[in-house]
């Protein structure tokens, strides 16, 4: 039943695929063009198209794959020294939906001219911060995204969705459903691996068009391929909006006074199939360890998932989007959140379901662990490489169950009566200035194992401090056509 081609055809998990399945599959389906396909430095996804004459052709350019120019994909490479090689990576095959052609897809990795990973490649420092993981911990770290978008087009006035009410809304009140459904069926057949899908709480309409926001969530896979899939979902999803003629935006805030989008990071960890997030239904130690070493470096991550000045329009206290660092179970206000779990020892299903006799199905599976400030300007590799630095720093930590202790909250920070708890706690940061202050003075735990190059961090730093908005929040917040010029500046970002 798996959507992707190759996965039905080959009757083996795409992490299995070998150059002759791929080069079985082109045969066999007529396949007539390759896309090698790669993050730049600006996080979105790059292609270099192959038309393929023959079989030799084909098993060259998987095999040796081919020279790119680095300088014009990252700030951090020189032009005199710009040459990169781009391998495909046979597990990322997916046929391309949108193609006349047909046409293969892969995404690839940076090697340098010594034919090394490139230290500084996006891929590769995820790969690095999930292997020093795993050294530390003797624990897989996996993880999922939760991408909203805004999907925008005019305006027919008919059933008309009640503003800032669209969550999980039916159709005709959600006009841009069937949409997300396609974009479902494309990313599956891309090899996304989906949980669901719906509308969100955003919905309004401004000079004649409708802005309805969406949510398409992951299942929880290997921290490598989750930053894949959901580079894969952006791609997916700009390109079927094109098609058909709608605008759609991953911008974390395109006006005031209505909810932005974020993109939240589910986080889990596996030893031999079990999920250790769990002990004796009770969030774990090592898991209080896992959101300790978050909590401690929270100001520093922003500079991976949160890179433009309007993130900071989107952190703002008093909305659901965080502003100070704490954590929480089923807290919506706190910066990392523990979702309801399936812990209850209940078997719902049968009560729903009378004639169903008891399951022992394996719930604990489920339970994961939410980080809430990232939003649709992150790169996705390095924001996930950075999480997962934070939770293996966290098992390093000696204080780490003090300071889990200590950042707990399990009330709303932001009612009044919650003051006194609310000034106990630190804050993220309100710019990209800031950011870069943060990242600066914690860039050693992020440096170390070798996982971030200390050239990404500089170049990291250097990207956001080049915003020069210290102040803009405030400056401008007032000031709804600078807003407006800001929105349009950053609206496809990432």
Not at 133 to 146: D, I, K, L, Y
Not at 170 to 181: G, I, L, Q, V
Not at 270 to 287: C, E, P, T, V
Request: glycine residues 6%; contains cysteine; charged residues 25%.
């Amino acid at each position: 039943m798996n959507a992707n081609q190759l996965v039905a055809f080959l009757q083996k998990p795409a992490a299995e695929f070998t150059r002759a399945d791929i080069i079985r599959f082109a045969e066999e389906h007529d396949i007539r063009m390759v896309n090698f396909m790669y993050p730049g430095g600006d996080g979105k996804l790059k292609t270099l198209n192959f038309v393929i004459t023959n079989k030799a052709y084909l098993e060259t350019i998987l095999t040796c794959g081919e020279r790119v120019d680095g300088s014009s994909l990252f700030s951090f490479i020189q032009a005199g020294s710009s040459d990169l090689y781009v391998l495909p990576r046979y597990c990322t095959a997916f046929v391309d939906p949108f193609a006349e052609i047909p046409t293969l897809c892969m995404l690839c990795s940076f090697f340098d001219k010594d034919g090394k990973a490139l230290e500084s490649a996006p891929e590769h420092t995820l790969a690095k911060a999930c292997k020093a993981f795993r050294e530390v911990t003797g624990m897989e770290f996996q993880a999922m995204g939760e991408l909203e978008y805004y999907v925008i087009f005019p305006d027919d006035e008919m059933f008309p969705a009640i503003d800032q009410h669209g969550y999980h809304e039916s159709a005709p009140y959600a006009k841009a459903n069937e949409f997300r459904a396609k974009c479902m069926k494309f990313i599956a057949q891309a090899g996304g691996q989906i949980k669901y899908g719906h509308s969100e709480v955003g919905n309004f309409v401004h000079d004649g068009m409708v802005y309805e926001q969406n949510e398409i969530e992951f299942l929880p896979v290997k921290a490598e391929q989750a930053a894949d899939q959901l580079m894969v979902a952006k791609w997916v999803i700009r390109n079927l909006a094109y098609q058909m003629g709608l605008n759609v935006t991953f911008a974390p805030k395109i006006t005031t006074g209505k909810a932005g989008s974020g993109l939240h990071i589910h986080m889990r960890m596996m030893k031999d199939g079990r999920n250790m997030m769990l002990h004796n239904g009770q969030l774990s130690d090592d898991a209080r360890r896992m959101i300790a070493g978050m909590m401690d470096l929270a100001p520093s991550i922003t500079a991976f998932g949160n890179k433009n000045p309007m993130s900071y329009f989107r952190l703002v206290p008093h909305q659901e989007a965080p502003t100070n660092v704490c954590w929480g179970d089923r807290n919506r206000s706190v910066l990392v959140r523990v979702p309801l779990g399936w812990t209850a020892q209940t078997d719902m299903s049968s009560i729903a379901n009378p004639l169903e006799k008891p399951s022992d199905y394996d719930t604990s599976l489920k339970q994961t662990v939410e980080m809430r400030s990232p939003d649709g300007s992150a790169d996705l590799y390095q924001l996930i490489a950075g999480l997962c630095v934070a939770c293996r720093h966290g098992f390093e930590m000696p204080d780490a169950l003090e300071v889990a202790e200590r950042t707990y909250v399990n009330v709303n920070i932001h009612d009044k009566a919650n003051k006194d708890r609310l000034e106990q706690l630190a804050q993220l940061p309100d710019s990209c200035v800031a950011s870069a202050d943060c990242l600066q003075r914690q860039r050693s735990v992020f440096e170390e194992y070798g996982v971030f190059s200390p050239a990404m961090i500089d170049g990291i730093i250097a990207a956001l401090r080049s915003c020069n908005d210290a102040s803009l929040r405030h400056d401008i917040e007032r000031l709804p056509g600078e807003i407006d010029k800001l929105v349009r500046r950053y609206f496809h970002c990432g």
